[in-house]
């Protein structure tokens, strides 16, 4: 069986480079499917990114990938795999992806932002795919929109550095553009 190929390392792109690969990238029109709901998948995503089938780890990444791209938020919220013939139910604790890696360019204004998820696609934010910060007991809850009500939970080590360019960039209020569109950091409840 031949193996996926390897993720292209964000060091050695540029943002132009980035932004072609993720556009390039076609999924299927899931938002199109209007199959029968067929019950629970036995499949569950933890808050970490790591996705369950029947309550062990799915080891193989490229499974995950392909899984990835059949996942639709509905309407009441819920998450579900669809395929043209078959709606399951799937479990997500928070966030469907996790944003684990960021490669910046420019300041101010001009900056851009992209961020790789854990599924290995890449997302460049701004006005259609934009960055939010909830509120929560503990601190902050950074979040990127990925597609159709999809998000990715920003990663620790990632979040730490996008407050560390908002705080350089001294911005009022604290936050950070990218595509031309401003985020500002404070949470929202």
Known sequence: ?????????LTG???????????AKKLPPVESWDPAHCGPSAMRIARDGTWFHEGSPIGRMAMVR????????ETDGTFVLVTPVEKLTIDVEDAPFVAVELKTEGEGEGRSLAFRLNTGDLVMAGPDHGLRFETAALGPIPYLEVRNGLDALIARPVYYE???????????????????????MAGTS
């Open 1 to 9: 069986m031949p193996m996926a190929p390897p993720l292209p390392d």
């Open 13 to 23: 792109l540029s943002l132009a480079d980035i932004a072609a690969l993720a556009a």
């Open 66 to 73: 392909l899984f990835s791209t059949i996942l639709r938020r």
């Open 162 to 184: 996008l407050a560390h360019l908002a705080l350089a960039e001294s911005a009022e209020p604290a936050g950070l553009w990218s595509g031309g569109t401003f985020f500002p």
